[in-house]
């Protein structure tokens, strides 16, 4: 079964430094993976999603994941953080070839950005 | 101006109660989900429903019933059956040929006593 872990809880991480958020999966074929973060009492947005070709994705607010078959990892990562980057981010992913419409979350991992 | 609404944010019942949850979008999206969520646990699926008239139960769906009567609506109904009913309930919903790209409600936190 498709299963996606995310290992950290939490990250600190003071503004200006990089960031990595980590995610690995366990897909059955090719993975369609994704990243959501949620603000506090908000919805999910998405942020970004691979599906296939090259295998650093860009998406919003400066946000980047990288795709890594032979680790089957997707980490989030950014170059410089802010502190409005403070926030829980999850990792998803689907089965191509699943019939249903569904997507697997993650536990979510809560990221804190020091000023 | 697009999106999805969920009422109320707060909602407070007594338990042996049923409680229906609102969740309409304006997005023409034909998918439709449920989730809930609770601290630690991420995002757990309760129903979906991928066009009109037609649902399918999720991971978690004992206790919970849902209706899709109309391409924009997508109640759900927490029975008392329901054990552990208080958590923050998020609706979503997505185009048909990309159901993978959610968007979502701002939620409703369910606190029964």
């Known amino acids: 079964a498709q299963s996606v872990a995310q290992p950290e809880d939490q990250v600190n991480v003071a503004e200006g430094n990089p960031l990595t958020v980590k995610c690995t999966y366990s897909v059955s074929g090719n993975p369609y993976l994704f990243w959501y973060v949620q603000y506090p009492n908000r919805g999910l947005q998405f942020l970004l999603k691979?599906?296939?070709?090259?295998?650093l994705v860009k998406g919003s607010y400066g946000f980047e994941a990288e795709f890594n078959k032979s680790q089957t990892s997707f980490h989030l990562k950014k170059p410089s953080a802010l502190v409005s980057d403070s926030a829980l981010y999850f990792c998803a992913v689907r089965d191509p070839y699943s019939s249903a419409s569904k997507i697997i979350f993650g536990s979510g991992t809560r990221l804190s950005i020091r000023p | 101006d697009g999106g999805i609404t969920q009422s109320p944010k707060y909602l407070f019942r007594k338990e042996g109660q049923n409680v229906t949850l609102s969740c309409e979008q304006n997005?023409?999206?034909?998918?439709m989900y449920w989730y809930r969520q609770d601290p630690g646990q991420g995002l757990r699926l309760i129903y979906y429903?991928?066009?009109?008239?037609?649902?399918q139960k999720g991971d978690i769906a004992e206790g919970y019933s849902v209706s899709r009567e109309k391409k924009e609506s997508f109640p759900l109904t927490v029975t008392s059956a329901q054990k552990n009913p208080t958590a923050f309930y998020l609706c979503?919903?997505?185009?048909?040929?990309?159901?993978?790209?959610?968007?979502f409600g701002p939620g409703t936190r369910l606190t029964v006593t």
């Open positions: 691979y599906i296939t070709g090259d295998n």
């Open positions: 429903s991928q066009i009109v008239n037609d649902f």
């Open positions: 997005l023409n999206h034909d998918a």
């Open positions: 979503a919903s997505s185009i048909g040929d990309r159901p993978y790209e959610q968007y």
